[in-house]
């Protein structure tokens, strides 16, 4: 595992597994958020944005978190790893909203600057309606851009916690043809 992407709905826990894998494996983590948002929640053009990911997938290894499907065509090819946080939407929903209180005095360690956590119920919206709407896509896409990598699929708190415990080399989730 050396160039890992952690994908999954917001608040699943994706931006806490990658910093406690980099800090295991040594690896750099690269936070999504903080190459594509912009202070004041401005967000960055496609064009930009796609650079900022093409740098960063010039190391050698990286760990790589966020969701942005619009850029998995581009990130999954350089993933030898991809984990899959699969929490059930209600937790998700959950943490992000107790983010907003957790944060409240200022930005995240995984946030761009100037993205002060708020109440947004648009945000909200997307966590409940993820497994309807991202996951046939996130889905897809793996079939089509990430078949070549180990795939982790890591389904609750527990299973997170004993991802972290396994060697260098988890077993993937077995994938059929």
Same mark, same amino acid.
């Given at each position: 595992?050396?160039?890992?992407?952690?994908? =999954?709905?917001?608040?699943? =826990?994706?931006?806490?597994?990658?910093?406690?894998?980099?800090?295991?494996?040594?690896?750099?983590?690269?936070?999504?958020?903080?190459?594509? /948002?912009?202070? =004041? /929640?401005?967000?960055?053009?496609?064009?930009?944005?796609?650079?900022?990911?093409?740098a960063y997938q010039q190391e050698d290894a990286w760990i790589a978190d966020g969701n942005f499907g619009g850029s998995w065509r581009l990130r999954m090819p350089a993933a030898d790893t991809i984990v899959w946080i699969d929490q059930p939407v209600w937790?998700?929903?959950?943490?992000?909203?107790?983010?907003?209180?957790?944060?409240?005095?200022?930005?995240?360690?995984?946030?761009?600057? =100037?993205?002060?956590?708020?109440?947004?119920?648009?945000?909200?919206?997307?966590?409940?309606?993820?497994?309807?709407?991202?996951?046939?896509?996130?889905?897809?896409?793996?079939?089509?851009?990430?078949?070549?990598?180990?795939?982790?699929?890591?389904?609750?708190?527990?299973?997170?916690?004993?991802?972290?415990?396994?060697?260098?080399?988890?077993?993937?989730?077995?994938?059929?043809?």
């Open positions: 595992m050396r160039r890992i992407l952690v994908i =999954g709905n917001s608040g699943g =826990g994706k931006s806490t597994l990658a910093r406690r894998l980099g800090a295991k494996l040594g690896l750099p983590v690269i936070h999504l958020d903080v190459l594509f /948002w912009k202070p =004041g /929640w401005v967000e960055s053009d496609d064009a930009e944005f796609e650079a900022r990911i093409a937790l998700c929903l959950v943490r992000a909203i107790r983010r907003v209180f957790q944060y409240r005095d200022g930005s995240r360690p995984d946030m761009a600057e =100037g993205c002060r956590e708020k109440i947004d119920l648009k945000f909200y919206g997307f966590i409940l309606t993820y497994n309807r709407k991202v996951r046939p896509r996130l889905e897809r896409a793996l079939a089509d851009h990430g078949a070549h990598a180990r795939l982790v699929r890591l389904r609750s708190d527990r299973e997170i916690e004993a991802f972290l415990q396994t060697p260098a080399s988890p077993p993937a989730e077995h994938r059929t043809a």
